[in-house]
C-alpha cells in the first residue's frame, strides 16, 4: 500500500470515528424507532417479511460470517456470493442490521483495503473474506480453526449447540437469552482448546477483540435470543418476522459496537480452561473438540 493510499485511509478513519462520536450522542437523545419498523420501508425484510430462503448451492460462494451468508441465503445481496459491490454491502448490511452508517461503512472499506481492492470499484466473493489472520482467526465461537477446517464457511454444529445451550438470561417475556457473561465464558474454553490442540494457533489481540466484537453482534442485533439464533447460526437464515433489536435512529454505531465487545473481552478467562485444554490436547486425534 502505497503512501498516498495511507494519508487517504488515515482521513477516512478520522472522519469516521468523529462522525460515529457525534451519531452515538444523537442516539442517545433521539428517538427510537418503532417496533416493526427497525427496517426501512422499501428494503427487503420490510415488516418482517424476508425474501424467500435458499440453502446456498455447492457452486455458490459463502465465508465465515452468518451474517453475510444469511443476506445472500435470502438474495438481499448475490445469491450465489459472487460478484459483490462492497458498496452494496455496506447498504444492505445497514438496513438488515440497523448498523449505523459509520459501522456499516468502515467493515467493508476494512476488507477492501485486506483484499487490496478499490471500495467504490471493485468486486469481491464471500469466500475471499476468510483470508486467515485477516478477518477471519483462530478460536472461533462457531467454527474449527483453519487448521482443522480450511473451508471456515463450514459451521461446527456442536460449537453452535454448546452455544445455544450456554444461555442463562431471560428476557422480559421470558425468552431464553445469551448474555455477555456466556459469551466470555465460552470465549475463554474456546482459546484455552484451540491453544492446545492447534500447533498453528495465533491470535493476536486485534483479533481477540475482532472476536469479542463478533460475538456482541448476536447480543445487539440478534437480542441474544435463542429462539433467533437457532435458525441464524445453524441456517443462517433470517426468522420469519424478524427485526433487528438495535432500536436507535442512527444504528448501532462503532463506538457502542466497541464498548460491548470490550465488556466481553474483559470476561474471558482463559485459565479457567486449563483443565479442559489438557484434556482435549490428550485426546488430540480422535475427533476435533
Not at 448451492?57 to 453475510?68: A, H, I, K, M, V
Request: aromatic share 8%; glycine share 8%.
Amino acid at each position: 500500500m502505497g503512501f498516498t493510499a495511507n494519508v487517504s485511509n488515515f482521513f477516512y478513519d478520522a472522519k469516521i470515528m468523529s462522525w460515529d462520536v457525534i451519531l452515538t450522542i444523537l442516539n442517545l437523545v433521539g428517538k427510537k424507532r418503532r417496533i416493526g419498523d427497525v427496517t426501512p420501508e422499501g428494503h427487503p425484510g420490510y415488516g418482517g417479511h424476508w425474501p424467500e430462503f435458499k440453502p446456498p448451492q455447492e457452486t455458490d460462494s459463502r465465508c465465515s460470517c452468518p451474517g453475510l451468508n444469511a443476506l445472500a441465503n435470502h438474495g438481499i445481496i448475490s445469491r450465489s456470493g459472487r460478484g459483490i459491490s462492497f458498496v452494496d454491502l455496506d447498504r444492505h448490511v445497514r438496513a438488515t442490521y440497523n448498523i449505523s452508517s459509520t459501522l456499516s461503512s468502515f467493515v467493508p472499506h476494512y476488507a477492501a483495503r485486506m483484499l487490496k481492492k478499490s471500495f467504490n470499484n471493485d468486486t469481491f466473493d464471500l469466500e475471499e473474506l476468510d483470508v486467515h489472520n485477516g478477518i477471519e482467526h483462530d478460536a472461533s465461537l462457531l467454527r474449527l480453526d483453519a487448521a482443522f477446517q480450511p473451508n471456515q464457511s463450514t459451521k461446527h454444529v456442536p460449537y453452535i449447540e454448546e452455544l445455544l445451550s450456554s444461555a442463562s438470561g431471560k428476557d422480559k417475556d421470558g425468552n431464553d437469552v445469551i448474555t455477555v457473561k456466556d459469551l466470555s465464558k465460552l470465549l475463554g474454553k474456546r482459546r484455552a482448546v484451540s491453544r492446545a490442540v492447534n500447533k498453528e494457533f495465533t491470535l493476536k489481540p486485534f483479533h481477540k477483540l475482532f472476536g469479542c466484537a463478533n460475538a456482541s453482534l448476536l447480543l445487539s442485533t440478534m437480542g441474544g435470543r435463542v429462539n433467533d439464533l437457532h435458525d441464524f447460526l445453524l441456517h443462517e437464515q433470517l426468522p420469519e418476522g424478524w427485526e433487528s433489536r438495535v432500536r436507535q435512529s442512527h444504528g448501532l454505531t462503532l463506538v457502542n459496537f466497541n464498548k460491548l465487545a470490550l465488556t466481553i473481552e474483559f470476561g474471558v478467562r482463559e485459565k479457567d480452561w486449563a483443565q479442559v485444554a489438557q484434556e482435549a490436547a490428550e485426546h488430540q486425534g480422535t475427533s476435533p473438540v
